[in-house]
C-alpha cells in the first residue's frame, strides 16, 4: 500500500505560520492544525526565506481551513482560560 502525500494550499500554509507568528508555539499550532510539527517548521523557515510555497491543486477545503481556524483560536481561548485559572489562585493565596 502506497501512503500519498498530503498537499496544503499556499493560504493554508499561510495562515499557520501565522499562528507561529502570533504567539503559539509550533507544536500547539501544529496539533491544532492537524500537521506534523516539523513540517510546520519547515514552512515558518521558508516563510522568513521567502519560499513558501503550496500546492497548485486546492487539497485543503475551505471547510478544512475554517476548522483548523477555529481550532486554532479553540486553543488559544483554552490557554488564556488556563493562565487567567492560575492567577486568580495566585492571588486567592495571597489574599489570605
Known amino acids: 500500500m502506497r501512503m500519498t ?4 494550499t499556499r493560504e ?3 495562515e499557520a505560520v501565522r499562528l507561529v507568528e502570533g504567539g503559539q508555539s509550533i507544536a500547539v499550532a ?6 506534523v ?3 510546520l517548521f519547515n514552512w515558518v523557515k521558508a516563510h522568513q526565506a521567502g519560499q513558501l510555497n503550496g500546492s497548485d491543486r486546492p487539497v485543503v477545503t475551505g471547510e478544512q481551513m475554517e476548522i483548523s481556524r477555529l481550532r486554532a483560536e479553540l486553543a488559544r481561548v483554552k490557554m488564556e482560560r488556563d493562565i487567567l485559572g492560575k492567577a486568580t489562585a ?7
Do not use: D, I, P
Not at 5 to 8: D, S, T
Not at 30 to 35: E, I, K, S, Y
Open 30 to 35: 501544529a496539533r491544532t492544525l492537524g500537521v
Open 12 to 14: 493554508f500554509k499561510q
Open 90 to 96: 495566585y492571588f486567592a493565596k495571597e489574599a489570605k
Open 37 to 39: 510539527s516539523q513540517t
Open 5 to 8: 502525500r498530503a498537499r496544503y
